[in-house]
């Protein structure tokens, strides 16, 4: 059964302050590029979590297929569609969920995944209320 230690959530939720206070002093004017090479660096943490431990071939392929899927989405909202950021956000949110339920793909602390996808549904949010509201 699927759960979200308080501590996950926490620091989830720290993470993604710090992300959101850093974006607004740092890249104030380029909120969706941000938000985009953040998802390419999440996409990126679990294919290279795979070169610290042996996985079989089923776990590689799953990791960069789910890689492969959010950096497309990433460089489709760039370039094309601006709606496949959060939308590849919420893609790894959903695979987050995939692995800690089903142990599938890299190896990672039982507190990773839930708050990976707190931060993955908080940078979703926070993209989407930026497009419905025309900062982007």
């Given at each position: 059964?699927?759960?979200?230690?308080?501590?996950?959530?926490?620091?989830?939720?720290?993470?993604?302050?710090?992300?959101?206070?850093?974006?607004?002093?740092?890249?104030?004017?380029?909120?969706?590029?941000?938000?985009?090479?953040?998802?390419?660096?999440?996409?990126?943490?679990?294919?290279?979590?795979?070169?610290?431990?042996?996985?079989?071939?089923?776990?590689?392929?799953?990791?960069?297929?789910?890689?492969?899927?959010?950096?497309?989405?990433?460089?489709?909202?760039?370039?094309?569609?601006?709606?496949?950021?959060?939308?590849?956000?919420?893609?790894?949110?959903?695979?987050?969920?995939?692995?800690?339920?089903?142990?599938?793909?890299?190896?990672?602390?039982?507190?990773?995944?839930?708050?990976?996808?707190?931060?993955?549904?908080?940078?979703?949010?926070?993209?989407?209320?930026?497009?419905?509201?025309g900062w982007i």
């Amino acid at each position: 059964m699927f759960s979200f230690s308080k501590d996950a959530i926490y620091f989830g939720i720290g993470v993604m302050v710090a992300f959101l206070v850093a974006l607004h002093l740092i890249f104030p004017q380029y909120p969706l590029q941000v938000a985009a090479g953040a998802l390419m660096v999440i996409g990126l943490v679990y294919p290279v979590l795979l070169l610290s431990h042996r996985h079989d071939a089923q776990q590689q392929r799953d990791e960069f297929l789910a890689a492969l899927v959010t950096y497309g989405l990433a460089v489709a909202g760039l370039l094309i569609w601006p709606w496949a950021v959060p939308i590849g956000l919420g893609a790894h949110a959903v695979w987050d969920f995939i692995k800690h339920n089903t142990g599938r793909g890299a190896k990672v602390v039982s507190w990773y995944p839930p708050m990976c996808i707190v931060v993955d549904l908080l940078a979703a949010a926070y993209v989407i209320i930026l497009l419905v509201t025309g900062w982007i």
